[in-house]
């Protein structure tokens, strides 16, 4: 079946300016996160969705990031105003429930010039 | 805090065996999941530990102590195609978010 998929693949943005990522989950599957990998680093956690609970923001680095899961199903993350700090590879997973584990997407490379 | 500890990088020979270390001191425990990575694509589950012990599968084992704070993934008749970073990673508590280590980055050679 049809994996995590992820748009877009590669974005390149100036400096103050917003971007959305998207991320489509695995049909069926209630829990979704966001990670984010910069070069040569570990995956660090974002924001965790789970079903119609409130979402858990506690990765989130500052107030310029933010996500929305709409219908239980497809993601977005916003980053307002980027900065070349936040230049990295978004990766979004998702579950088929809250324990289970995570399958993630390709990601999408954020470039901040 | 939470910290996640595993070698950088990590070479073997083809049809070898090695033995990937992740040491970790988290707030909490909750399981213990390895993921391979290979460049520019999306990390792959590969195992989930939750209590001590051995789990197999295949050409890959993991195991994991808790007391010790300690978990090693095992991989045995080395394939080229084996060649990739290898994640640790621990949820630390209810919920299944995931701490991540900086992942080991192993090379096969013929």
């Known amino acids: 079946g049809a994996g995590v998929s992820q748009s877009p693949s590669n974005k390149v943005t100036e400096k103050g300016k917003d971007v959305e990522l998207r991320c489509d989950p695995i049909?069926?599957?209630?829990?979704l996160y966001w990670y984010r990998q910069s070069l040569g680093q570990g995956l660090e956690f974002l924001i965790y969705?789970?079903?119609?609970?409130?979402?858990?923001k506690s990765g989130l680095p500052s107030d310029r990031f933010s996500a929305e899961r709409t219908g239980g199903s497809v993601s977005t993350l916003t980053i307002q105003r980027t900065q070349q700090e936040d230049s990295a590879v978004y990766l979004c997973?998702?579950?088929?429930?809250?324990?289970?584990?995570?399958?993630f997407g390709p990601g999408t490379r954020l470039t901040v010039t | 805090g939470q910290n996640i500890d595993q070698p950088t990088e990590m070479t073997a020979t083809e049809g070898a065996i090695v033995q990937i270390n992740c040491t970790y001191q988290?707030?909490?425990?909750?399981?213990l999941f390895w993921y391979q990575q290979h460049a520019g694509e999306a990390p792959t589950f590969l195992s989930y530990?939750?209590?001590?012990g051995l789990e197999e599968k295949g050409r890959f084992s993991s195991f994991l102590s808790r007391s010790k704070g300690y978990s090693y993934l095992l991989l045995k008749e080395l394939q080229m195609k084996d060649s990739a970073s290898y994640l640790c990673?621990?949820?630390?508590?209810?919920?299944?978010?995931?701490?991540f280590g900086g992942g080991t980055r192993l090379m096969v050679k013929p």
């Open positions: 997973a998702s579950s088929l429930s809250g324990i289970t584990e995570q399958y």
């Open positions: 049909s069926g599957h209630t829990a």
């Open positions: 969705f789970q079903g119609n609970s409130a979402p858990d």
């Open positions: 988290t707030s909490g425990f909750n399981g």
């Open positions: 530990n939750v209590l001590d």
């Open positions: 990673a621990v949820r630390p508590g209810a919920g299944n978010m995931l701490t």
